[in-house]
């Protein structure tokens, strides 16, 4: 098993910035790639970036691309979302998760941290 907690979500002007942080235990060795996923009211949850643990390959949604850094550390068995130039639309409960294989998907998920930007 992996536990996942992710923290950093608050309320922030559009423009800002924040940085959101998940912290895994447990089974630690076991992880792939770890991921985030956003969830907006009334919307379904969308895939916003993740990173290959070995070798920290990225991927990004086009929406984020440009303004959000996924990055880990691995000695802190801790990933991290750098999200700059935030807009209303960004407004979501933000999930980090995190896979077990390549390709398997996700098989844990964080309890999600909640960003709103909003003036």
């Known amino acids: 098993q992996v536990q996942l907690v992710e923290s950093g979500g608050e309320l922030v002007q559009p423009g800002g910035s924040l940085r959101l942080e998940c912290a895994a235990s447990g089974r630690t060795f076991s992880t792939a790639i770890m991921g985030w996923f956003r969830h907006a009211p009334g919307k379904e949850r969308k895939f916003v970036a993740n990173i290959i643990w070995s070798g920290g390959r990225t991927l990004y949604a086009d929406s984020v691309k440009g303004r959000f850094t996924i990055s880990r550390d691995s000695a802190k068995n801790t990933v991290y979302l750098q999200m700059n130039s935030l807009k209303p639309e960004d407004t979501a409960v933000y999930y980090c998760?995190?896979?077990?294989?390549?390709?398997?998907?996700?098989?844990?998920w964080g309890q999600g941290t909640q960003v709103t930007v909003s003036s």
């Open positions: 998760a995190a896979g077990a294989s390549l390709g398997g998907g996700y098989n844990y």
